[in-house]
């Protein structure tokens, strides 16, 4: 497989990088629309189309961050479910545990292992997807694609979750009972006036969180192309306002970032959405982390690029 690049940048060697980008084009559990495992290859194909400048924070990140691809994670998917997801943990906690570490899913089933590699103590997961993906188990697997949050809450972790807008009763009744999940609705978020208090919630976060961002979190209309859409659902701009929250506080130990249940489609705004998501947690997280006063010795200057 050819080497993957994001922006055309060049690839660090991924211990000397400061944001590792690692594709896991998991596609086993899918429910309804396939085509979550061209989903990587198709945000490095529009990434090609971003600017390296960054308007809202007003620099380039890529001027003083390094960057690595890392070659895609791609064990064969007719090993057992519970070995596939236990070498998915080991590779990702392989990786060094400074840097910011995304990883392109691929479905969500993939996020539990992720959590388990980059985030071993218990702390938070900042959960945005439409659906509440709590059940115990579907279609016979406890790692189906709407479960992870479930092993999530198994594993020790709390969960920070917003956007929902399809549930199952019992996980209503999950989500009643266990204080270690707080769910805002996606019509909460919109017409009772709790966007603040989400927001509130996002910025007093301490310790170990991590963000994992289904795609069909967003309405619709803005990204089409998702596994299991749903109407309803938070816009770009509410989105950039959880990343700006997450990152404005340094008291924040962000182990790690998934991106996952996209579906690459022939208008291609969907996969440009989440590349340039990413661009934006890149640029967040290297602003919160002091980087915009490092020197000048990113991937960004041994290109030409104007
Ligand atoms: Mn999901």
Not at 25 to 35: A, D, I, N
Not at 248 to 266: F, H, K, M, Q
Request: negative net charge; charged residues 20%.
């Amino acid at each position: 497989m050819s080497e993957q690049k994001f922006l055309s940048l060049p690839n660090a060697p991924a211990d000397q990088a400061d944001i590792v980008i690692l594709p896991v084009p998991l596609e086993c559990t899918v429910s309804f629309k396939p085509g979550t495992a061209k989903a990587p290859d198709a945000i490095f194909e529009v990434s090609d189309q971003l600017e390296f400048f960054e308007e809202d924070g007003g620099w380039s990140p890529f001027k003083h961050m390094s960057l690595s691809v890392a070659s895609a994670f791609t064990e064969p998917t007719d090993l057992d479910e519970a070995e596939w997801h236990a070498r998915l943990s080991k590779h990702v906690s392989s990786f060094p545990a400074d840097n910011l570490f995304i990883s392109l899913g691929g479905e969500h089933s993939i996020t539990p292992a992720l959590v388990a590699g980059r985030m071993p103590e218990p702390g938070t997961v900042v959960f945005l997807d439409a659906h509440a993906d709590l059940r115990d188990s579907y279609q016979g697997s406890k790692f189906n694609h709407a479960c992870p949050a479930k092993r999530l809450l198994e594993q020790g972790h709390e969960l920070l979750m917003a956007g929902v807008r399809s549930v199952y009763e019992s996980e209503v009744e999950l989500v009643e009972h266990e204080p270690r999940i707080s769910l805002f609705m996606d019509w909460d978020l919109r017409g009772k006036g709790q966007w603040e208090s989400f927001l509130q919630r996002v910025s007093s976060l301490q310790g170990p969180v991590y963000l994992s961002i289904d795609m069909d979190a967003f309405n619709p209309a803005y990204v089409p192309g998702v596994g299991t859409p749903q109407p309803g659902g938070l816009i770009w701009y509410q989105i950039i306002e959880i990343i700006e929250a997450l990152f404005a506080r340094t008291n924040v130990d962000l182990r790690g970032v998934d991106i996952v249940e996209l579906v690459p489609e022939p208008s291609r705004v969907s996969e440009m959405t989440a590349a340039k998501l990413l661009m934006k947690i890149v640029s967040f997280w290297g602003q919160a982390n002091g980087f915009d006063g490092k020197p000048m010795t990113g991937s960004q200057m041994q290109i030409d690029y104007e």
